[in-house]
C-alpha cells in the first residue's frame, strides 16, 4: 500500500489537487470519515477551496470543476463502485479524451489506492479528527 501510494503522490504525472479530489471523492462514497478528514485537510493545505470541497458529493450539479476534473471525478465514481455495472463506456471515453494512458493508468492506480485505504481505516476503526496536514509522510506534495 505504502509503494502504491508513494507511486500515486511521487513518480505519477498527476496533480495533488486532482489526486486529493479523488481521494476525497471516493472515500465519501465508501464512507470512511478518517480518509474524508485526511484529505479535506490535505486538500485545504494545498489551497483547495472550501466551496469545492462542500460540492464535491454533487459535482455534477456544480460548475465549480474543470473537464479533467469530472473525467476523473466520474472515474472514480465507477471504479469504486464497480460492482454496480462495471465501467461504462461513456466514462471511459470521457477518461480516455482528458487523460493519457499514462495519466489514466496512474489515476487507476489513485483510485485503487485509496479504496484500498479506505477499507483499512473502516476495518480497523480508525477515528478521525486527530490527522493534522502532512502528518503522513506520503501525503507530502511532488
Known amino acids: 500500500m505504502i509503494s502504491l501510494e508513494m507511486f500515486v503522490r511521487k513518480e505519477s504525472n498527476l496533480e495533488s489537487s486532482l489526486i486529493e479530489l479523488v481521494k476525497m471523492r471516493a472515500s465519501q462514497i465508501n464512507g470512511c ?15 483547495e477551496t472550501e466551496q469545492r470541497l462542500y460540492a464535491l458529493t454533487s459535482w455534477r450539479e456544480t ?3 474543470t473537464a479533467r476534473e469530472r473525467a476523473a471525478l466520474a472515474w472514480t465514481e465507477a471504479l469504486t463502485l464497480i460492482t454496480e455495472g462495471h ?3 461513456d466514462i471511459y471515453e470521457l477518461a480516455k479524451r482528458c487523460f493519457s494512458d499514462e495519466e489514466l493508468v496512474s489515476l487507476t492506480l489513485a483510485v485503487i489506492t485509496i479504496n484500498g485505504w479506505n477499507r483499512i481505516a473502516i476495518s480497523f476503526r480508525s477515528i478521525p479528527g486527530s490527522y493534522q496536514p502532512g502528518m503522513n509522510n506520503t501525503a507530502t506534495s511532488k
Open 33 to 47: 470519515a478518517y480518509c474524508i478528514d485526511m484529505h479535506s485537510k490535505d486538500a485545504r493545505s494545498e489551497g
Open 63 to 65: 460548475p465549480f470543476f
Open 87 to 89: 465501467v461504462p463506456d
